[in-house]
Protein backbone atom coordinates (compact mmCIF):
# COMPACT_ATOMS: atom_id res chain seq x y z
CA UNK A 1 0.00 0.00 0.00
CA UNK A 2 1.14 3.53 -1.08
CA UNK A 3 1.55 6.21 1.19
CA UNK A 4 -0.90 8.11 -1.36
CA UNK A 5 -3.27 5.22 -0.35
CA UNK A 6 -2.38 5.45 3.57
CA UNK A 7 -2.89 9.56 3.70
CA UNK A 8 -6.24 9.16 1.54
CA UNK A 9 -7.45 6.28 4.15
CA UNK A 10 -6.56 8.30 7.35
CA UNK A 11 -8.53 11.41 5.83
CA UNK A 12 -11.73 9.45 5.53
CA UNK A 13 -11.37 7.47 8.76
CA UNK A 14 -11.05 11.05 10.45
CA UNK A 15 -14.84 11.13 8.81
CA UNK A 16 -15.71 8.22 10.49
CA UNK A 17 -15.76 9.91 14.11
CA UNK A 18 -18.54 13.11 13.55
CA UNK A 19 -20.80 13.09 16.52
CA UNK A 20 -24.26 12.35 15.32
CA UNK A 21 -27.57 11.50 17.08
CA UNK A 22 -27.29 8.11 16.03
CA UNK A 23 -23.64 7.23 18.14
CA UNK A 24 -24.36 9.78 21.07
CA UNK A 25 -23.96 6.66 23.25
CA UNK A 26 -20.42 6.07 22.55
CA UNK A 27 -18.58 8.67 24.44
CA UNK A 28 -17.23 10.74 22.01
CA UNK A 29 -14.29 11.94 24.01
CA UNK A 30 -13.41 8.43 24.80
CA UNK A 31 -13.57 7.19 21.05
CA UNK A 32 -11.65 10.71 19.74
CA UNK A 33 -8.44 9.92 21.94
CA UNK A 34 -6.34 7.31 19.89
CA UNK A 35 -6.87 8.76 16.08
CA UNK A 36 -6.30 12.05 17.52
CA UNK A 37 -2.93 10.70 18.74
CA UNK A 38 -2.02 8.44 15.89
CA UNK A 39 -3.32 11.19 13.57
CA UNK A 40 -0.97 14.26 14.57
CA UNK A 41 1.72 11.75 13.74
CA UNK A 42 0.46 10.95 10.62
CA UNK A 43 -0.01 14.45 9.37
CA UNK A 44 3.56 15.79 10.45
CA UNK A 45 4.87 12.50 8.27
CA UNK A 46 2.94 13.38 5.68
CA UNK A 47 3.76 16.94 5.46
CA UNK A 48 7.47 16.32 6.20
CA UNK A 49 7.93 13.02 4.07
CA UNK A 50 8.93 14.94 0.79
CA UNK A 51 11.59 16.88 2.74
CA UNK A 52 12.97 13.92 4.06
CA UNK A 53 12.82 11.80 0.16
CA UNK A 54 13.35 14.90 -2.15
CA UNK A 55 16.28 13.84 -4.34
CA UNK A 56 19.05 16.56 -3.74
CA UNK A 57 18.21 18.89 -6.84
CA UNK A 58 14.64 18.82 -5.48
CA UNK A 59 15.35 19.70 -1.71
CA UNK A 60 15.16 23.73 -2.12
CA UNK A 61 11.82 23.42 -4.39
CA UNK A 62 10.62 21.35 -2.08
CA UNK A 63 10.93 23.16 0.71
CA UNK A 64 9.84 26.51 -1.14
CA UNK A 65 6.85 24.34 -1.18
CA UNK A 66 6.30 23.43 2.25
CA UNK A 67 6.49 27.02 3.49
CA UNK A 68 4.07 28.31 1.06
CA UNK A 69 2.23 25.10 2.37
CA UNK A 70 1.39 26.50 5.14
CA UNK A 71 -0.85 29.48 4.26
CA UNK A 72 -2.69 27.09 1.95
CA UNK A 73 -3.08 25.01 5.04
CA UNK A 74 -4.69 27.64 7.18
CA UNK A 75 -6.66 28.82 4.18
CA UNK A 76 -8.59 25.49 3.05
CA UNK A 77 -9.03 24.78 6.90
CA UNK A 78 -10.48 27.81 7.36
CA UNK A 79 -13.18 27.31 4.12
CA UNK A 80 -13.96 23.87 5.43
CA UNK A 81 -15.10 24.88 8.67
CA UNK A 82 -17.17 28.12 7.34
CA UNK A 83 -18.11 25.31 5.13
CA UNK A 84 -19.56 23.12 8.14
CA UNK A 85 -20.92 26.22 10.09
CA UNK A 86 -22.76 27.39 7.54
CA UNK A 87 -24.40 23.54 7.05
CA UNK A 88 -24.87 23.24 10.39
CA UNK A 89 -26.58 26.46 11.30
CA UNK A 90 -28.34 27.90 7.91
CA UNK A 91 -28.93 24.39 5.99
CA UNK A 92 -29.49 22.62 9.41
CA UNK A 93 -27.73 19.33 8.44
CA UNK A 94 -28.52 16.39 10.71
CA UNK A 95 -25.60 16.87 13.52
CA UNK A 96 -25.18 16.89 17.28
CA UNK A 97 -24.02 20.23 17.02
CA UNK A 98 -27.05 21.15 20.06
CA UNK A 99 -26.22 18.87 22.05
CA UNK A 100 -22.51 18.21 21.78
CA UNK A 101 -21.03 21.50 20.94
CA UNK A 102 -17.63 21.33 21.59
CA UNK A 103 -17.39 17.16 20.36
CA UNK A 104 -18.25 19.29 17.03
CA UNK A 105 -16.27 21.84 17.15
CA UNK A 106 -13.59 19.69 17.83
CA UNK A 107 -14.52 17.04 15.24
CA UNK A 108 -14.80 19.70 12.74
CA UNK A 109 -11.14 21.64 13.18
CA UNK A 110 -9.66 17.83 13.70
CA UNK A 111 -11.08 16.67 10.21
CA UNK A 112 -10.64 20.27 8.44
CA UNK A 113 -6.95 19.99 8.86
CA UNK A 114 -6.70 16.78 7.77
CA UNK A 115 -8.53 17.28 5.12
CA UNK A 116 -6.52 20.46 4.40
CA UNK A 117 -3.28 18.80 4.83
CA UNK A 118 -3.67 15.22 2.96
CA UNK A 119 -5.61 17.27 -0.30
CA UNK A 120 -2.12 20.25 -0.35
CA UNK A 121 -0.47 16.89 0.12
CA UNK A 122 -2.06 15.61 -3.04
CA UNK A 123 -1.82 18.72 -5.02
CA UNK A 124 2.22 18.69 -5.34
CA UNK A 125 1.34 15.56 -7.87
CA UNK A 126 -0.52 17.88 -10.42
CA UNK A 127 1.01 19.04 -12.77
CA UNK A 128 -0.90 22.03 -14.15
CA UNK A 129 -0.43 25.82 -14.04
CA UNK A 130 -3.91 27.09 -13.93
CA UNK A 131 -4.82 27.42 -10.09
CA UNK A 132 -8.42 26.86 -11.04
CA UNK A 133 -7.98 23.60 -13.16
CA UNK A 134 -6.04 22.27 -9.99
CA UNK A 135 -8.43 23.94 -7.81
CA UNK A 136 -11.38 21.26 -9.74
CA UNK A 137 -9.26 18.94 -10.09
CA UNK A 138 -8.43 18.33 -6.08
CA UNK A 139 -11.90 20.06 -4.85
CA UNK A 140 -14.18 18.19 -6.91
CA UNK A 141 -12.55 15.20 -8.44
CA UNK A 142 -10.23 13.80 -5.73
CA UNK A 143 -12.36 15.21 -2.60
CA UNK A 144 -15.78 16.05 -4.25
CA UNK A 145 -16.40 12.05 -5.45
CA UNK A 146 -14.69 10.25 -2.97
CA UNK A 147 -17.05 12.18 -0.03
CA UNK A 148 -19.90 11.03 -2.68
CA UNK A 149 -19.03 7.34 -2.46
CA UNK A 150 -18.34 7.86 1.58
CA UNK A 151 -21.34 9.45 2.07
CA UNK A 152 -24.11 7.58 -0.07
CA UNK A 153 -22.78 4.23 1.81
CA UNK A 154 -24.20 5.75 5.14
CA UNK A 155 -27.52 4.72 3.97
CA UNK A 156 -26.21 1.38 3.76
CA UNK A 157 -25.75 1.16 7.27
CA UNK A 158 -28.30 3.74 9.51
CA UNK A 159 -31.58 5.12 8.43
CA UNK A 160 -30.92 8.60 6.44
CA UNK A 161 -32.29 11.42 4.49
CA UNK A 162 -31.10 11.39 1.35
CA UNK A 163 -31.21 15.01 0.55
CA UNK A 164 -28.90 16.07 3.78
CA UNK A 165 -26.41 13.57 2.78
CA UNK A 166 -26.60 15.28 -0.97
CA UNK A 167 -26.66 18.87 0.41
CA UNK A 168 -23.52 18.33 2.82
CA UNK A 169 -21.87 16.57 -0.22
CA UNK A 170 -22.14 19.57 -2.29
CA UNK A 171 -21.45 22.18 -0.02
CA UNK A 172 -18.45 20.74 1.39
CA UNK A 173 -17.04 19.61 -1.69
CA UNK A 174 -17.77 23.66 -3.06
CA UNK A 175 -16.11 25.39 -0.14
CA UNK A 176 -12.91 22.85 -0.02
CA UNK A 177 -12.65 23.74 -3.81
CA UNK A 178 -12.43 27.24 -3.14
CA UNK A 179 -10.43 26.67 -0.87
CA UNK A 180 -7.72 24.86 -2.93
CA UNK A 181 -7.89 28.36 -5.38
CA UNK A 182 -4.93 29.51 -2.96
CA UNK A 183 -2.66 25.98 -3.39
CA UNK A 184 0.82 27.25 -3.78
CA UNK A 185 2.28 27.14 -7.18
CA UNK A 186 3.67 23.39 -8.18
CA UNK A 187 6.95 23.82 -9.32
CA UNK A 188 9.02 20.88 -8.52
CA UNK A 189 7.54 18.13 -10.23
CA UNK A 190 6.04 20.54 -13.55
CA UNK A 191 10.21 21.31 -13.65
CA UNK A 192 11.07 17.55 -13.70
CA UNK A 193 8.18 16.57 -16.43
CA UNK A 194 9.61 19.30 -18.65
CA UNK A 195 12.89 18.47 -18.05
CA UNK A 196 12.49 15.04 -18.42
CA UNK A 197 11.33 15.74 -22.22
Known sequence: MSLKNVTELF??????????PHSEGA???????????????????GLLIGLLLAKGSDKPAAMQYANKAWFSLIFVFACFFAGRV???????????????????????????????????????????RSKVIRA?????VLFGANLTIFNFFVPLVFMSDITDLLIRTLFETFFVTVGM?????????????????
Open 181 to 197: LFLPENKIFYESTVCDH
Open 86 to 128: FLYTVMDIYSSIDTYFFETILWVTITGITVSAVLIWFSQFIVN
Open 136 to 140: VLIGC
Open 27 to 45: GFTNIIAYPLADGIALIVL
Open 11 to 20: MWAVYLFEPL
